[in-house]
Nanobody, 122 residues
Framework: QVQLVESGGGLVQAGGSLRLSCAAS????????MGWFRQAPGKEREFVAA????????VYADSVKGRFTIDRAYAKNTVFLQMNSPKPEDTAVYYC???????????????WGQGTQVTVSS
């Protein structure tokens, strides 16, 4: 059974930095794409970033491009989301997900973590 566990969320000041982690078990991430999504209160879940199994292909939402970086540690079967210069509008529950290919749509991902709360104060 595939399990994804996010960690690293919390309270951060605008302009600071935060690094989210997503540890996987039951699936070797080197063969699968990984994505980060987020959902703010009262809003729909939205795409943040994704990375291919090889790590050679990454995509980002326009709202986070240049500020967030997705990468992975194969030895630890873990994917990260480095959040630099976060803004109050980045406040949301952040979810990691795994699927067969890099995609912007949540429908392309078949396993999801429970989420980790990120709150950015102004």
């Amino acid at each position: 059974q595939v399990q994804l566990v996010e960690s690293g969320g919390g309270l951060v000041q605008a302009g600071g930095s935060l690094r989210l982690s997503c540890a996987a078990s039951g699936r070797a991430l080197s063969y699968y794409a990984m994505g980060w999504f987020r959902q703010a209160p009262g809003k729909e879940r939205e795409f943040v970033a994704a990375i291919s199994g090889s790590g050679g292909h990454t995509v980002y939402a326009d709202s986070v491009k240049g500020r967030f970086t997705i990468d992975r540690a194969y030895a630890k079967n873990t994917v990260f989301l480095q959040m630099n210069s976060p803004k109050p509008e980045d406040t949301a529950v952040y979810y990691c997900a795994t699927g067969t290919s890099v995609a912007y749509s949540s429908d392309a991902y078949d396993y999801w973590g429970q989420g980790t709360q990120v709150t950015v104060s102004s």
